[in-house]
């Protein structure tokens, strides 16, 4: 059976699996992402050896955040800035002897969605991967869509508050209001540190959800900021694409409760626009966990290898 190895680089940590060519994970794991560059590709090319020493790997395939060639060259690496202006498939293909392939992690989300998640059946639909940014994987008539330069999809830099001229217009954008790490957590713990200087700061959204939900007086109002400016994207994304779907990934999509609120929001932020009001009963707008969860970018990463001759 032929078999690869699957990396999902994130701002925080890696994930990597065992992975077959039907999409199954036979193992997996994750390791703290680094940052310096080459202790990611050590941590890399230790994480495929040892998966090496059992099985006949076929190639590796890579989701990471930024801009990235077809050929891998990584232009930008989001939060992992040890990758900008790097070519990673070329470089972590001579270390290790394989064939190497990188797709940007919101794309690779959605192109493991049409293959074994919640958009097999669908033309038109958009990935969103909430983490330490926001990326987005837009796929148009079955086709993944990524402009002219392979921008598209950099979601988290659209600008959606009021602009401060005193400041970095990206402070503005989506990324430090909408993302789950440069969001939500960065603006709890900027709320909580005005409130109670010597408090612990809270690194797990999870945690905030908590609070949020027992009407913490500094969790609530920043968690429903949260949903307002997620549910503003939501909106946005389809008044500009008309997406049949929409698909949350990213690990707080692994959160029920949140799912279970944002679901909540967008009904009523949808009842409360007039025109998209208007058309929702008829075009049937839906909102979605991505199907494969956390697990969709280490899937999705592997799947142009499977499609090698």
């Known amino acids: 059976m032929t078999e690869y190895v ?20 036979l193992d997996q794991g994750s390791f703290p992402t680094a940052q310096l560059r080459q202790d990611n590709l050590n941590a890399l090319v230790k994480a495929t050896a040892r998966y090496q ?3 006949a790997i076929a190639g590796i395939g890579l989701s990471a955040p930024g801009i990235i060639t077809r050929e891998g060259y990584m232009i930008t690496g989001g939060a992992v800035a040890c990758f ?18 990188v797709e940007n992690d919101a794309n690779a989300a959605a ?4 293959w074994l998640g919640n958009a097999q059946d669908v033309a038109d639909y958009i990935c969103l991967v909430l983490g330490t940014g926001i990326g987005g994987g837009i ?17 988290g830099w659209s600008i959606t508050h009021d602009l401060d001229y005193t400041h970095n217009f990206e402070a503005a954008s989506l ?3 909408a993302a789950v790490v440069s969001g939500l957590v960065r603006r709890y713990n900027a709320s909580l540190a005005q409130v109670q200087p010597t408090a612990q700061p809270l690194n797990d959204a999870a945690d905030i959800l908590a609070l949020a939900h ?3 007086r500094i969790a609530s109002p920043i968690y429903r900021q949260y949903l307002d400016d997620v549910t503003v994207m939501l909106m946005n994304l389809i008044g500009t694409l008309d997406p049949e779907r929409i698909l949350v990934g990213g690990g707080i999509s692994a959160n029920d409760r949140f799912m279970a609120d944002l679901q909540a929001h967008f009904d009523e932020f949808m009842a409360r626009h007039e025109s998209l009001n208007r058309v929702n009963p008829r ?3 839906r909102l979605m966990p991505a199907g494969l969860r956390n697990n969709a970018g280490l899937i999705g990463a592997v799947y142009p290898l499977t499609q090698l001759k």
């Open 175 to 177: 990324n430090f209001s």
């Open 214 to 216: 027992e009407h913490d």
């Open 283 to 285: 075009l049937h707008f």
């Open 6 to 25: 699957g990396f999902d680089i994130g701002g925080t940590n890696t994930q990597y699996g065992l992975i077959n060519g039907q999409g199954q994970i």
């Open 84 to 101: 900008y202006e790097f070519d990673l498939a070329g470089v972590l293909s001579e270390m290790t002897g394989l064939p190497v392939r």
């Open 111 to 114: 192109i493991a969605e049409h």
């Open 139 to 155: 796929v148009l008539n079955n086709a993944v869509y990524r402009g002219a330069h392979g921008m598209a999809g950099e979601i």
């Open 53 to 55: 020493q059992d099985h």
